[in-house]
């Protein structure tokens, strides 16, 4: 058995990631730490996991996490990188959910994120965790950066294309994501009477996930040899729902006579959480509620070179802990999809 820690299991991905390591039969979750909730029943806070994980939190100071094999961060920005070197030197692998280590550069991170990086060095060492793109990599990773839940959404909407050198240089991508990707924090915006029968965009100027997305597009370009200067506006908006991601993605063709169609089903063909739908489909959010898939549906508009791409996903799972999972099961030379093959809640 592969034993698991999970740092900050009180907050939504870290709820996500308890659920479904919980189902999981080649791992035991043998700590999960909390800062407020320490000494307290893990199913006293989520009577969900009654009878299924009998833990109670724990500090981080607990030394049963150097007992682990892999530890799960699941903590706000800034917390993994003062941690993560010791774990590491322990020979500890790490998977963190925060954005910790998704950008490569050190400037572009203290720029986005208002904070100086505490371990700079580990940054390119870092692997992104994109599994249908940096699958090889992760498989031997000892440090992965979970990808955050817009990116995952685009970048999977734009692989076939970008990957292919098929498009243009200007894309336009319009994203909508539930409440709980703001977190679990007390926050009068987010209260329901705050943003029931409401909707509205908002990190116009400019998103935390816009320099990870741009990184992730080029990363794309140059395994594909496009050699575009990709020119992206990113618009994100909240919508009254609890979870779920919608990114609506409109770009240009270089040749409009290509079957995207069939570049997008051969791409995907093989991947087990990427679902394209049949020509003409629209995907709906509740598709994926509670999944680890990403269905995907690819509208060529007749007599022009546009394409617009839908791509739909759960933030907390997809988009935050079931992406882990998947990338965990990578690292450890299991099957893939196992702990993820839940079906979505329609209703």
Same mark, same amino acid.
């Given at each position: 058995?592969?034993?698991?820690? /999970?740092?900050?299991?009180?907050? *939504?991905?870290? @709820?996500?990631? +308890?659920? #479904? =390591?919980?189902?999981?039969?080649?791992?035991?979750?043998?700590?999960?730490?909390?800062?407020?909730?320490?000494?307290?029943?893990?199913?006293?806070?989520?009577?969900?996991?009654?009878?299924?994980?009998?833990?109670?939190?724990?500090?981080?100071?607990?030394?049963?996490?150097?007992?682990?094999?892999?530890?799960?961060?699941?903590?706000?920005?800034?917390?993994?990188?003062?941690?993560?070197?010791?774990?590491?030197?322990?020979?500890?692998?790490?998977?963190?959910?925060?954005?910790?280590?998704?950008?490569?550069?050190?400037?572009?991170?203290?720029?986005?994120?208002?904070?100086?990086?505490?371990?700079?060095?580990?940054?390119?060492?870092?692997?992104?965790?994109?599994?249908?793109?940096?699958?090889?990599?992760?498989?031997?990773?000892?440090? /992965?950066?979970?990808?955050?839940? *817009?990116?995952? @959404?685009?970048? +999977?909407? #734009? =692989?076939?294309?970008?990957?292919?050198?098929?498009?243009?240089?200007?894309?336009?991508?319009?994203?909508?994501?539930?409440?709980?990707?703001?977190?679990?924090?007390?926050?009068?915006?987010?209260?329901?009477?705050?943003?029931?029968?409401?909707?509205?965009?908002?990190?116009?100027?400019?998103?935390?996930?816009?320099?990870?997305?741009?990184?992730?597009?080029?990363?794309?370009?140059?395994?594909?040899?496009?050699?575009?200067?990709?020119?992206?506006?990113?618009?994100?908006?909240?919508?009254?729902?609890?979870?779920?991601?919608?990114?609506?993605?409109?770009?240009?063709?270089?040749?409009?006579?290509?079957?995207?169609?069939?570049?997008?089903?051969?791409?995907?063909?093989?991947?087990?959480?990427?679902?394209?739908?049949?020509?003409?489909?629209?995907?709906?959010?509740?598709?994926?509620?509670?999944?680890?898939?990403?269905?995907?549906?690819?509208?060529?508009?007749?007599?022009?070179?546009?394409?617009?791409?839908?791509?739909?996903?759960?933030?907390?799972?997809?988009?935050?802990?079931?992406?882990?999972?998947?990338?965990?099961?990578?690292?450890?030379?299991?099957?893939?999809?196992?702990?993820?093959?839940?079906?979505?809640?329609?209703?």
């Amino acid at each position: 058995m592969i034993n698991i820690g /999970v740092v900050g299991g009180t907050g *939504y991905t870290g @709820a996500e990631l +308890l659920r #479904l =390591l919980s189902g999981h039969p080649d791992i035991n979750i043998h700590i999960v730490t909390s800062r407020a909730e320490a000494g307290r029943s893990v199913s006293e806070v989520f009577p969900g996991l009654r009878g299924r994980l009998d833990l109670q939190f724990a500090s981080f100071e607990d030394r049963r996490l150097w007992d682990c094999d892999l530890v799960f961060f699941a903590t706000p920005n800034g917390t993994a990188m003062q941690h993560v070197p010791k774990l590491l030197e322990k020979g500890i692998r790490i998977i963190d959910l925060a954005a910790d280590f998704r950008l490569q550069d050190e400037e572009v991170f203290k720029q986005w994120y208002g904070i100086a990086h505490a371990c700079p060095e580990l940054l390119k060492a870092a692997v992104y965790g994109l599994p249908e793109v940096n699958r090889e990599t992760i498989s031997k990773a000892s440090l /992965v950066a979970n990808p955050g839940c *817009y990116p995952t @959404a685009i970048q +999977l909407g #734009l =692989l076939p294309l970008i990957e292919s050198g098929r498009v243009t240089d200007s894309v336009i991508v319009d994203a909508k994501s539930g409440v709980s990707g703001a977190g679990r924090g007390a926050n009068v915006n987010n209260l329901l009477c705050e943003v029931s029968e409401s909707f509205k965009a908002y990190g116009v100027d400019g998103h935390r996930h816009t320099p990870e997305i741009h990184q992730g597009l080029k990363q794309m370009q140059l395994s594909g040899q496009a050699g575009i200067d990709m020119d992206l506006t990113f618009v994100p908006h909240l919508v009254p729902m609890i979870r779920g991601i919608h990114a609506t993605i409109y770009c240009s063709l270089k040749d409009r006579n290509i079957d995207v169609q069939a570049l997008f089903e051969n791409r995907f063909r093989n991947e087990p959480f990427v679902d394209v739908m049949p020509a003409g489909s629209h995907p709906e959010t509740r598709s994926v509620r509670a999944s680890n898939q990403c269905r995907i549906a690819v509208h060529h508009i007749k007599g022009c070179d546009k394409v617009i791409v839908l791509a739909v996903i759960d933030n907390l799972v997809k988009g935050a802990a079931g992406q882990a999972v998947q990338n965990m099961n990578i690292m450890f030379g299991l099957d893939e999809t196992c702990a993820l093959n839940g079906i979505a809640l329609m209703v």
